[in-house]
């Protein structure tokens, strides 16, 4: 996908939920594709953005 394409989609409210970064199950690159091709009025991020309890253990960070 390119970084510079106009978002296909649009919503008035995303909801973006426990994405745990910080993790190496967070998959924040599915994330950064949703969000590239979409837009919306209003973004909403709840639940776990990063996940202090794994962080305690393992830190991970890919970028």
């Known amino acids: 996908m390119n ?3 106009k ?3 649009r919503y008035r409210a ?4 426990d994405i745990h970064m910080g ?5 924040v690159s599915y994330l950064l594709d949703f ?3 979409t837009e919306s009025d209003w973004l ?4 776990d953005l ?3 309890w794994a962080l305690e253990k393992a ?3 890919d970028q």
């Open 3 to 5: 970084a510079l394409s």
């Open 7 to 9: 978002p296909t989609t």
């Open 14 to 17: 995303i909801f973006i939920s």
């Open 23 to 27: 993790t190496r199950r967070a998959q």
């Open 35 to 37: 969000l590239r091709v």
């Open 44 to 47: 909403y991020i709840v639940g």
């Open 50 to 52: 990063i996940d202090n």
């Open 59 to 61: 830190w991970f960070w």
